[in-house]
């Protein structure tokens, strides 16, 4: 395997089946952008992850096994960051097919990408329900500088949304903001934290572009405290204290001190 292909695709697991349909699909993408891909199994079965990816045929795949009790998708996503050789990273969900190429050439050195349109793979009943609109969030930070983050919303029939956490973006700027948050556990607002971060911190501009498929299932599969609602309320929370005290680093270097010795690697479906 290359020293230091020109992307690292990072997706993190815990038990998802879906893994196995998410690889095969998205191959011909990851051929196209000549990418390494690494699986961040944090908390769930190895055995069960190995036998996922060998029965995807996906190769030039690297499975990162990290031995903790439960999940915590930034926690996975740090240490993803710190194993990735490439210097521009994707962050891929274990459940989403992409809808073509990524868009690489927006990366400018301003810029961060996220996906743009979000489709379920399962469409819900349609319901005579308005469409729904951009919702935006405007936060004012000390000395008045202000950010105008745009939220996922779905659409009427919530059948499409946008993907704030497929984030396309420079590995050096994720790790000038020290990564991700893994304070902000279960659900909600830890891909959010990071954009608005990349962009107060480093006055880079969101690019939003391209689609994908989300391999529909119920909130039963996401990994909860308490309803969604209130798991993304309480992050919410957690990010806006943390903005109010000044706070826009992420916990990416605490992370990787204190569990570094509890990460395994194993290669699967080794290239030629």
């Known amino acids: 395997m290359r020293d230091k292909p020109p992307l690292s695709i990072l ?24 990418a390494e891909i690494l699986i961040l199994n944090c908390g769930g079965s190895s055995e069960r992850l190995r036998s996922l990816i060998a029965a995807s045929e996906a190769t030039g795949v ?8 439960r999940f915590n998708k930034s926690l996975a996503l740090n240490f993803g960051l710190a194993h990735a050789r490439a210097d521009t990273v994707f962050i891929l969900d274990a459940d989403i ?6 868009a690489v050439e927006a990366l400018d050195g301003r810029s961060f990408v996220t996906i743009e349109s979000v489709h379920e793979s399962a469409p819900f009943e349609a319901k005579a329900t308005p469409s729904a609109k951009s919702a935006f969030l405007e936060l004012t930070f000390r000395g008045g500088v202000k950010i105008r983050h745009q939220l996922s ?5 919530g059948n499409v949304r946008g993907g704030p956490g497929l984030l396309l973006a420079k590995k ?11 304070d902000l556990e279960s659900w909600g607002w830890e891909d959010d934290d990071v954009l608005v971060r990349l962009q107060y911190a480093l006055g880079l501009r969101r690019v939003q572009t391209g689609a994908a498929v989300h391999l529909t299932h119920g909130d039963n599969q996401r990994f909860l405290s308490g309803s969604r609602s209130q798991s993304d309320q309480r992050n919410f929370i957690k990010c806006c204290r943390n903005y109010n ?3 826009f680093l992420g916990s990416y270097q ?8 509890q990460i395994s690697e194993t290669r699967v479906n080794e290239n030629p």
């Open 97 to 102: 097919v992409l809808s073509g190429p990524l």
């Open 11 to 34: 997706i993190p697991w815990y038990e998802r089946d879906e893994l196995q349909l998410t690889l095969a699909a998205n191959a011909p993408v990851f051929r196209a952008h000549d």
């Open 172 to 182: 050096a700027d994720l790790l000038e903001i020290q990564g991700y948050n893994s």
């Open 245 to 247: 005290n000044g706070l």
């Open 62 to 69: 690297r499975q990162l096994d990290l031995s903790v009790p």
């Open 254 to 261: 605490s992370d990787i001190a204190k569990l570094s010795d």
């Open 153 to 157: 919303v779905r659409d009427g029939l």
